[in-house]
């Protein structure tokens, strides 16, 4: 998640969250294949390119057409780099089908920019007024006015529970479909602070807000995906560094590093041996400096693990 503003240059003056640490634990083979999946700003991959050999090779994804600009801009005209318009969560398709089993490194910076967060007219901070629309990209069709106007008291409900992890949802979500239609950013938060009063106010609005973004963009889904494709995209040796925000996207990350799976179970072959493809080397969760967070308070809620690919013996 790296910090954005409009203008371009403004890209420069902002460090991406673990930057440093990211870079150096991704990077196995200087002269590697490596796939840059939430390029963003760029920021990551401008370090990616200074720590790589002339002979490597860079692949930014990303899904927001400002984002590509933006990454365009700041990196110029290196012919290691190259960017494609999409969604990490079809990191299979959007990748030559001939480097399947190539790549070194995937990185994958979750979440929403900050970029995105304070232009008002992307919707997707309570802060300004703006359009309920908090997609990340146009190729997204459904809007945050069609989850909050068009859903069922049920689904809507469970999207604020489940995504969100608000406690009161019932209550939230029948207050929304009482005041529909909600038009703008202000309005649902207004419904918000109808329901929860008190110094816990802004943190429900904010789970609220992402319940729905998550629910837009099907983050959680998409992250599954590119998690599971990542075993077919990286050779044995070959790294995934991911850093979330929210432990939802932690937990899910955390259990697919554990065992190559979703459910975190790790299979065993006949022996008792296990056959997990991937395991986590980072030894836990890595979280950014106090230094760092001074500097940049979008790092805080940061979790960073690692994993590698196995190579198995043959038996």
């Known amino acids: 998640m790296t910090t954005m503003s409009k203008k371009n240059d403004t890209y420069y003056k902002h460090q991406p969250v673990l930057l440093h640490e990211s870079v150096e634990y991704l990077i196995t083979d200087p002269s590697g294949i490596y796939i840059d999946a939430t390029l963003g700003g760029g920021g990551h991959s401008q370090e990616l390119l200074s720590q790589l050999n002339k002979d490597a090779q860079l692949i930014g994804i990303d899904q927001d057409d400002e984002a590509l600009h933006a990454a365009n801009s700041r990196i110029g005209t290196d012919a290691r780099f190259s960017s494609i318009k999409g969604n990490f969560g079809y990191l299979s398709r959007l990748i030559s089908p001939e480097l399947h089993g190539e790549v ?3 990185l994958l910076d979750l979440g929403v920019s900050t970029h995105q967060i304070t232009e008002a007219d992307r919707g997707f901070t309570f802060q300004k007024e703006g359009p309920l629309d908090m997609r990340m990209s146009n190729l997204r069709g459904v809007t945050a006015y069609q989850v909050v106007n068009d859903y069922s008291y049920e689904d809507l409900r469970d999207v604020i529970y489940h995504y969100g992890e608000e406690r009161l949802s019932r209550e939230i979500a029948s207050e929304i479909i009482d005041r529909r239609p909600v038009e703008t950013t202000t309005e649902l938060r207004k419904a918000v602070e109808s329901v929860v009063h ?3 106010q802004i943190k429900s609005i904010a789970r609220v807000f992402q319940g729905i973004r998550i629910e837009v963009n099907r983050e959680l889904d998409m992250l599954r995906e590119v998690l599971n494709q990542s075993l077919d995209l990286l050779h044995a040796g070959g ?10 996207e932690d937990r899910i990350v955390k259990r697919f590093f554990k065992a190559g799976n979703h459910e975190g179970k790790i299979e065993k072959d006949f022996y008792g041996n296990p056959l997990n493809p991937i395991e986590e080397i980072s030894g836990g969760i890595i979280r950014p400096t106090e230094k760092e967070i001074e500097q940049n308070p979008a790092a805080r809620s940061a979790k960073m693990r690692v994993a590698e690919i196995i190579e198995h013996q043959e038996v």
């Open 104 to 106: 070194s490194g995937i």
């Open 198 to 200: 008190g110094k816990h």
């Open 239 to 248: 790294r995934i560094v991911a850093i979330s925000y929210h432990s939802l």
